[in-house]
């Protein structure tokens, strides 16, 4: 896996270029490129891991983000059924 240094989305190794943003891996952005950053959401469910599990899927999800692009994480359990939500921010590039 690899980090985009354009929108920050991580790629699996077997691509050379951003799914999201096709910048090439290990390029960096031309300077001036408008972005702006937007929040977004990854959450972990699961009616059959316990609380542990789901815990560490998110925090290892929230490890490979960066410290600086995680806004929050949120729990919320209806009776079995649990929820794990990491928030982070993402960088887009701002459509012409
Ligand atoms: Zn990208």
Same mark, same amino acid.
């Given at each position: 896996m690899w980090t985009c240094k354009q929108c920050g989305e991580t790629?699996?190794? %077997?691509?050379?270029?951003c799914w999201k943003? %096709?910048?090439? %891996?290990? %390029?960096t952005p031309p300077p001036g490129t408008p972005r702006r *950053? *937007?929040?977004t959401y990854k959450y972990? *469910?699961?009616t059959t891991a316990g609380w542990?599990?789901?815990?560490?899927?998110?925090?290892?999800?929230?490890?490979?983000?960066g410290r600086d692009?995680?806004?929050?994480?949120?729990?919320s359990c209806d009776d079995f059924d649990g929820v794990v939500t990491v928030w982070y921010w &993402? &960088?887009?590039?701002?459509?012409?």
């Open positions: 790629v699996e190794d %077997q691509f050379d270029s943003c %096709q910048l090439p %891996q290990g %390029q *950053r *937007r929040l972990f *469910r699961s542990s599990e789901l815990f560490d899927e998110a925090a290892a999800f929230a490890s490979e983000v692009q995680v806004l929050n994480i949120s729990h &993402t &960088t887009e590039i701002v459509p012409p």
